[in-house]
Protein backbone atom coordinates (compact mmCIF):
# COMPACT_ATOMS: atom_id res chain seq x y z
CA UNK A 1 0.00 0.00 0.00
CA UNK A 2 2.77 2.72 0.80
CA UNK A 3 4.75 1.47 -2.06
CA UNK A 4 1.81 2.35 -4.51
CA UNK A 5 1.13 5.69 -2.41
CA UNK A 6 4.62 6.58 -3.01
CA UNK A 7 4.61 5.68 -6.91
CA UNK A 8 1.24 7.97 -7.40
CA UNK A 9 2.89 10.88 -5.03
CA UNK A 10 5.88 10.55 -7.71
CA UNK A 11 3.68 10.32 -10.77
CA UNK A 12 1.83 13.52 -9.91
CA UNK A 13 5.34 15.53 -9.19
CA UNK A 14 6.15 14.14 -12.86
CA UNK A 15 2.62 15.67 -14.16
CA UNK A 16 3.03 18.81 -12.68
CA UNK A 17 6.38 19.68 -13.58
CA UNK A 18 5.94 18.02 -17.73
CA UNK A 19 2.71 20.42 -17.51
CA UNK A 20 4.12 24.28 -16.40
CA UNK A 21 1.61 25.87 -17.73
CA UNK A 22 -1.25 24.64 -15.63
CA UNK A 23 1.39 25.51 -12.45
CA UNK A 24 1.41 28.98 -12.95
CA UNK A 25 -2.04 31.91 -13.47
CA UNK A 26 -2.27 34.26 -16.23
CA UNK A 27 -1.07 38.06 -15.64
CA UNK A 28 -3.39 40.43 -17.24
CA UNK A 29 -2.13 44.32 -17.14
CA UNK A 30 -4.13 47.33 -17.94
CA UNK A 31 -2.85 50.97 -19.65
CA UNK A 32 -2.22 52.40 -22.73
CA UNK A 33 -0.31 53.03 -26.03
CA UNK A 34 0.28 55.78 -28.22
CA UNK A 35 1.00 55.71 -31.96
CA UNK A 36 3.05 58.03 -32.77
CA UNK A 37 2.64 59.36 -36.25
CA UNK A 38 3.59 62.19 -38.27
CA UNK A 39 -0.38 63.53 -38.93
CA UNK A 40 -0.74 63.40 -34.65
CA UNK A 41 -0.40 60.75 -32.23
CA UNK A 42 -3.00 58.67 -31.56
CA UNK A 43 -3.64 56.80 -28.15
CA UNK A 44 -6.06 54.09 -26.77
CA UNK A 45 -6.35 51.33 -24.14
CA UNK A 46 -4.44 48.92 -24.28
CA UNK A 47 -4.77 45.19 -22.43
CA UNK A 48 -2.38 42.31 -22.12
CA UNK A 49 -3.02 39.16 -21.20
CA UNK A 50 0.30 36.79 -20.49
CA UNK A 51 0.26 33.18 -19.96
CA UNK A 52 3.49 31.56 -18.77
CA UNK A 53 5.26 29.07 -20.78
CA UNK A 54 8.57 28.97 -19.40
CA UNK A 55 10.77 30.13 -17.03
CA UNK A 56 10.67 33.91 -17.57
CA UNK A 57 8.77 32.86 -21.31
CA UNK A 58 5.17 34.10 -21.75
CA UNK A 59 3.16 33.66 -24.46
CA UNK A 60 1.15 37.48 -24.99
CA UNK A 61 -2.42 38.75 -26.53
CA UNK A 62 -2.42 42.11 -26.91
CA UNK A 63 -6.33 43.70 -26.89
CA UNK A 64 -6.98 47.18 -28.06
CA UNK A 65 -9.56 49.22 -30.43
CA UNK A 66 -7.69 50.74 -33.82
CA UNK A 67 -9.26 52.91 -36.74
CA UNK A 68 -11.04 49.86 -37.95
CA UNK A 69 -12.28 48.25 -35.04
CA UNK A 70 -11.09 45.71 -31.49
CA UNK A 71 -7.44 43.86 -32.42
CA UNK A 72 -5.68 40.97 -30.76
CA UNK A 73 -2.25 40.74 -31.65
CA UNK A 74 -0.37 37.53 -30.21
CA UNK A 75 3.25 36.78 -29.70
CA UNK A 76 5.81 35.55 -27.45
CA UNK A 77 7.68 37.67 -24.56
CA UNK A 78 10.49 36.80 -22.29
CA UNK A 79 12.15 38.30 -19.01
CA UNK A 80 10.89 39.37 -15.78
CA UNK A 81 7.76 41.06 -14.25
CA UNK A 82 9.87 42.83 -11.73
CA UNK A 83 12.53 43.79 -14.36
CA UNK A 84 13.20 44.28 -18.10
CA UNK A 85 11.37 42.68 -19.78
CA UNK A 86 10.88 42.31 -24.47
CA UNK A 87 8.49 40.19 -26.84
CA UNK A 88 8.09 39.71 -30.96
CA UNK A 89 4.14 40.43 -31.36
CA UNK A 90 1.96 39.39 -35.10
CA UNK A 91 -0.86 41.53 -36.26
CA UNK A 92 -4.17 40.11 -36.68
CA UNK A 93 -6.27 39.54 -39.53
CA UNK A 94 -4.40 37.66 -41.71
CA UNK A 95 -1.65 41.31 -42.09
CA UNK A 96 1.81 40.27 -42.10
CA UNK A 97 2.77 43.04 -39.94
CA UNK A 98 5.56 42.37 -37.09
CA UNK A 99 6.28 44.24 -34.18
CA UNK A 100 8.56 44.45 -31.28
CA UNK A 101 8.43 45.87 -28.00
CA UNK A 102 10.86 46.34 -24.92
CA UNK A 103 10.81 48.21 -21.83
CA UNK A 104 10.78 47.37 -17.73
CA UNK A 105 8.67 47.37 -14.80
CA UNK A 106 9.03 49.95 -11.96
CA UNK A 107 6.76 49.56 -8.66
CA UNK A 108 4.48 47.14 -10.68
CA UNK A 109 4.01 49.15 -13.75
CA UNK A 110 5.61 48.49 -17.45
CA UNK A 111 6.85 51.41 -19.70
CA UNK A 112 7.77 50.47 -23.03
CA UNK A 113 8.65 51.02 -26.51
CA UNK A 114 6.52 49.51 -29.53
CA UNK A 115 8.27 49.59 -32.85
CA UNK A 116 7.51 48.00 -36.22
CA UNK A 117 9.56 45.39 -38.44
CA UNK A 118 9.00 46.88 -42.05
CA UNK A 119 9.14 44.41 -45.08
CA UNK A 120 12.87 44.84 -45.17
CA UNK A 121 13.62 43.81 -41.63
CA UNK A 122 13.90 47.45 -40.52
CA UNK A 123 12.55 48.05 -36.68
CA UNK A 124 11.23 51.52 -36.74
CA UNK A 125 9.74 53.24 -34.07
CA UNK A 126 6.08 53.18 -33.44
CA UNK A 127 5.29 54.44 -29.97
CA UNK A 128 5.23 53.72 -26.39
CA UNK A 129 3.15 51.55 -24.07
CA UNK A 130 2.37 51.71 -20.11
CA UNK A 131 0.73 48.53 -18.65
CA UNK A 132 -0.13 47.80 -14.92
CA UNK A 133 -1.91 45.15 -13.08
CA UNK A 134 -5.50 44.95 -13.31
CA UNK A 135 -6.05 44.66 -9.76
CA UNK A 136 -7.34 47.07 -8.23
Given at each position: ?42 S ?28 I ?13 S ?50
Amino acid sequence: MTRRIRWFALLGVFFLAAMPGFAADDVTLEGGFVWEREDGDRSGDLKAILTPTGDGEWSVAFHFEWEDGAHIYTGTCSGSLDGELSGDINADGGREMKFKFSGAFEDGTFSGTHNFVTKDGDIKRAGTLTLGSSES
